[in-house]
């Protein structure tokens, strides 16, 4: 996405990043992500930002609680990291390049069931399931 965005709006928003006495940094973000979203053929990238907004919306989105990707990690970590049960792996694969991936993707829920969790039960349910890990 970022190739589409014009180089002037990309050295904008680096300029508020560095400055350290400028106050409302993320609302001059805001701004522009604002007139990108709503009418990016101001700046001329239209179609492109069009492309990418419609991916963002018709994507899947996932979420899961710090607590529960502490406990898959505390439990799960040997069994998901290959390299880590293999005793001597570095020395007894030299090529191979050492694969750390911890996989959560059948651990993530549904931002949709988030959302109901939070609709059925409000924030006191949600922040316990969040606290417990089960969501």
Same mark, same amino acid.
Not at 78 to 83: G, L, P, S, V
């Given at each position: 996405m970022g190739e589409a965005i014009p180089q002037d709006l990309m050295h904008?928003? /680096?300029?508020?990043? $560095?400055?350290t006495k400028l106050t409302g940094k993320r609302q001059v973000e805001d701004q522009i992500v604002e007139r990108l979203t709503t009418n990016p053929s101001t700046f001329?990238?239209?179609?492109?930002?069009?492309?990418?907004?419609g991916q963002i919306h018709e994507a899947q989105w996932f979420v899961l609680? /710090?607590?529960?990707? $502490?406990r898959l990690l505390r439990q799960m970590l040997?069994?998901?990291?290959?390299?880590l049960r293999v005793r001597g792996f570095a020395r007894n694969y030299p090529g191979a390049e050492l694969d750390m991936h911890f996989s959560l993707t059948d651990d993530l829920r549904p931002l949709a069931e988030f959302?109901?969790?939070?609709?059925?039960?409000?924030?006191?349910?949600l922040v316990t399931r969040l606290e417990r890990g089960t969501l």
């Open positions: 904008l928003c /680096a300029i508020c990043q $560095e400055a001329g990238v239209g179609a492109s930002i069009d492309g990418y907004l609680s /710090a607590r529960r990707a $502490e040997f069994q998901r990291a290959y390299a959302l109901q969790v939070l609709r059925d039960h409000g924030m006191p349910g």
